[in-house]
T-cell receptor, first 118, second 116 residues
């Protein structure tokens, strides 16, 4: 099946610093990528949708200047958490969809990145 | 209104028994897809089963089956012959519309514990 990777899997940073998370589709071209945030014992909340080569569409309540998303190629999307604060600590998951996905769900999740801001 | 509702925050089941995880959904779109995912403690989202709104038969994938009751807008997951490795969070999700690129709506999840 299709594989999506995320890097890093775990990151700890100091308050005020920026953190970049990468999401890569390894064996298919991802025309659309989604970024989710999941707080402990809660559901996945969609943050934004990004299409290759265009600006991301953010969900209501998500600060676009804080969570910068770049979908520069068909295999890579990045999420940068700028000036991170402890309340940004969360599990961030990406998912990727492409034109060649054969399964009906057509969406493949990355393994997630656990961000801890001290 | 909530798009996906999972009313069971936690469930216990004895190993080798069957368990049903409830999911109801809300949409006015005639075309939609319903999904179940398993999330173990590692955090990865594992796709389990899919049901399309126009599918006539209930979906099955190995030990997983989806009890699709369209009129009641429910899409319950049935796990037969539970195994210890089934202990995890389970999320029901919906995608509205026919497109493969539409966003997903997730329920709040059910934590399943399988007892030996």
């Amino acid at each position: 099946g299709a594989v999506v990777s995320q890097h890093p899997s775990r990151v700890i940073c100091k308050s005020g610093t920026s953190v970049k998370i990468e999401c890569r589709s390894l064996d298919f071209q991802a025309t659309t990528m989604f970024w989710y945030r999941q707080f402990p014992k809660q559901s996945l909340m969609l943050m934004a949708t990004s299409n290759e080569g265009s600006k991301a569409t953010y969900e209501q309540g998500v600060e676009k200047d804080k969570f910068l998303i770049n979908h520069a190629s068909l295999t890579l999307s990045t999420l940068t958490v700028t000036s991170a604060h402890p309340e940004d600590s969360s599990f961030y998951i990406c998912s990727a969809r492409g034109t060649a996905t054969s399964r009906p769900e057509g969406q493949y999740f990355g393994p997630g990145t656990r961000l801890t801001v001290l | 209104a909530q798009k996906i509702t999972q009313t069971q925050p936690g469930m216990f089941v004895q190993e080798k028994e069957a368990v049903t995880l409830d999911c109801t959904y809300d949409t006015s779109d005639p075309s939609y897809g319903l999904f179940w995912y398993k999330q173990p403690s590692s955090g990865e989202m594992i796709f389990l089963i899919y049901q399309g709104s126009y599918d006539q038969q209930n979906a099955t994938e190995g030990r997983y089956s989806l009890n699709f009751q369209k009129a009641r807008k429910s899409a319950n997951l049935v796990i037969s012959a539970s195994q210890l490795g089934d202990s995890a969070m389970y999320f029901c999700a919906m995608r509205e519309g026919p497109g493969n690129f539409n966003k997903f709506y997730f329920g709040s999840g059910t934590k399943l514990n399988v007892k030996p």
